[in-house]
């Protein structure tokens, strides 16, 4: 951490997003709050312990530095804090070229729980994490059903990305599309 840099608390329980999210009194509500922050080198994000962040995702695009990276995390006592995106944080994919098989898809919309996307020396720890079905109008059909992801780290404009640490993570109930891949 640095001079200049916040912790932000987010807790579903008690949280409110006109809050500042600076201590744990005036904890955000939810991690839109945080997708409309602007992260900084030292920067910490901490979820409260027994929340859930249902229909919502993390995502994330500002990078640390190695001296002060960006620390995604928990705070309070009790159950890792549970991110439960049901098929949102959506995001377009695109490789660019047609993949090795004709059933990979290389461009589409992708759900993803927690996206990091060209952001570099960030570490998210303690948090459990699901993305189900969920979507509107989305039918089980295997070529047709949506990609998911727990976690997605994407480089796609920075070069070689470095030290993203994803430790002490549970990720279950990912279900998204296996036909394609």
Same mark, same amino acid.
């Given at each position: 951490?640095?001079?200049?840099?916040?912790?932000?608390?987010?807790?579903?329980?008690?949280?409110?997003?006109?809050?500042?999210?600076?201590?744990?009194?005036?904890? *955000?509500?939810?991690? /839109?709050?945080?997708?409309?922050?602007?992260?900084?080198?030292?920067?910490?994000?901490?979820?409260?312990?027994?929340?859930? /962040?249902?229909? &919502?995702?993390? &995502?994330?695009?500002?990078?640390?530095?190695?001296?002060?990276?960006?620390?995604?995390?928990?705070?309070?006592?009790?159950?890792?804090?549970?991110?439960?995106?049901?098929? &949102?944080?959506?995001?377009? &994919?695109?490789?660019?070229?047609?993949?090795?098989?004709?059933?990979?898809?290389?461009?589409?919309?992708?759900?993803?729980?927690?996206?990091?996307?060209?952001?570099?020396?960030?570490?998210?720890?303690?948090?459990?994490?699901?993305?189900?079905?969920?979507? *509107?109008?989305?039918?089980?059909?295997?070529?047709?059903?949506?990609?998911?992801?727990?976690?997605?780290?994407?480089?796609?404009?920075?070069?070689?990305?470095?030290?993203?640490?994803?430790?002490?993570?549970?990720?279950?109930?990912?279900?998204?599309?296996?036909?394609?891949?």
């Amino acid at each position: 951490m640095t001079s200049l840099s916040k912790t932000y608390y987010v807790s579903s329980k008690r949280g409110n997003d006109s809050n500042d999210g600076l201590n744990c009194e005036t904890a *955000f509500a939810s991690l /839109f709050a945080i997708n409309h922050s602007s992260l900084k080198p030292g920067d910490r994000v901490l979820l409260e312990r027994d929340s859930v /962040f249902y229909g &919502q995702y993390l &995502q994330i695009t500002d990078s640390g530095t190695k001296e002060a990276p960006i620390v995604i995390g928990a705070y309070g006592d009790g159950e890792p804090p549970r991110i439960e995106a049901c098929g &949102q944080g959506i995001w377009y &994919q695109d490789y660019g070229n047609e993949l090795d098989a004709p059933t990979h898809v290389y461009r589409r919309y992708v759900s993803s729980a927690v996206l990091l996307y060209d952001c570099e020396y960030l570490t998210v720890e303690n948090l459990e994490i699901s993305n189900k079905g969920g979507v *509107f109008g989305e039918t089980y059909s295997a070529p047709h059903k949506m990609n998911r992801t727990g976690v997605a780290g994407i480089a796609k404009n920075r070069g070689t990305l470095h030290e993203i640490h994803l430790s002490n993570l549970y990720i279950h109930d990912v279900e998204g599309n296996v036909y394609d891949k």
